[in-house]
């Protein structure tokens, strides 16, 4: 590995997808045809993306030996030798201060929720990764401090339906990694992840179906509810996006598949990976987009029933 693929590695940019999430509410705000608000979110993606590698390389520092007993991840670039403990400190404070300042000059607000968003992380690195259940949760909690932080940088209105679906496919996607690393680790689980002492493949095996069954009540009930505006009214009051429904489940169902074989997928968090999930990902996407920002399903779908 170069130099600059262990840098990008340790940025871990392979995970930036994750920050996509700050688009929710451009997307269901109904603000995407703004090309202001497109730039400016697009700019507070950058500034996420810089924040959360600075949480990723500090988490990696933390972890620095149990790191090098992993089977995987000891083939990182700090635990491997590629980037030095020195190093890595350095691109911890540029990284994380180049995100705070761009953070703070979009807005105010904004930045606060960046702020918060670290201390929560390091938080989760000296403390509550080792609580059970609590660890999971704490993610689950940063995902949905990214989705906040979208929503105020536009003076969006969203549902708390949205909110609430993201906080719970943060635990579904926890949950399955944390079953993943039980059975990948076996025996040496704990020595790598101290919480992993306190899970058991039963516990987790409910944790991952009631987040899954939550997530699919969820988004089922934002569906017939839909967007909002800044009054909360209700923009649509036809249900339209109950169409996408099947699209969610076919996901979720999906992923519990993969989780069951233990796919390497799951263990690396890259679920998106998976042929049939990106397929039906990007329908979902691209369904949700015809539904909410055309005329679609009032002029072809409700005419003909």
């Known amino acids: 590995m170069n130099k600059i693929s262990s840098v990008i590695s340790l940025l871990r940019v392979q995970q930036w997808y994750k920050n996509i999430i700050i688009f929710l509410g451009l997307t269901f705000g ?108 704490v993610i689950g909690i940063n995902f949905v401090i990214r989705a906040v932080s979208g929503i105020v940088l536009i003076n969006a209105s969203i549902s708390p339906w949205i909110i609430l679906g993201v906080f719970f496919v943060a635990l579904f996607l926890g949950f399955m990694k944390r079953k993943s690393e039980i059975i990948t680790l076996k025996s040496s689980a704990g020595s790598h992840r101290k919480v992993l002492r306190h899970y058991t493949k039963i516990s987790l095996n409910i944790s991952v179906f009631i987040s899954a069954m939550t997530i699919i009540a969820i988004f089922t009930i934002y569906s017939v509810i839909g967007p909002s505006d800044e009054l909360n009214q209700q923009i649509f009051d036809d249900g339209r996006l109950i169409l996408t429904v099947p699209f969610i489940v076919f996901i979720i169902l999906r992923q519990l598949y993969l989780s069951k074989i233990n796919h390497i997928l799951i263990q690396k968090n890259e679920f998106y990976k998976d042929k049939l999930t990106a397929i039906a990902i990007i329908s979902y996407s691209i369904f949700t987009l015809i539904l909410l920002y055309t005329d679609f399903y009032s002029n072809f779908i409700l005419t003909n029933l």
């Open 30 to 137: 109904l603000h995407l045809l703004s090309v202001e608000s497109i730039f400016v979110s697009i700019l507070g993606f950058a500034a996420l993306c810089l924040i959360t590698s600075s949480g990723y390389i500090r988490n990696d520092i933390i972890d620095l030996q149990q790191d090098k007993i992993h089977p995987e991840k000891c083939k990182r670039p700090l635990p491997s030798g590629q980037i030095t403990l020195k190093n890595a400190h350095v691109m911890f404070l540029v990284t994380i201060s180049l995100g705070l300042l761009l953070s703070f000059y979009l807005d105010l607000l904004f930045g606060v929720f960046m702020t918060v968003l670290i201390i929560n992380t390091e938080i989760y690195s000296r403390i509550t990764k080792n609580i059970v259940f609590l660890d999971v949760f």
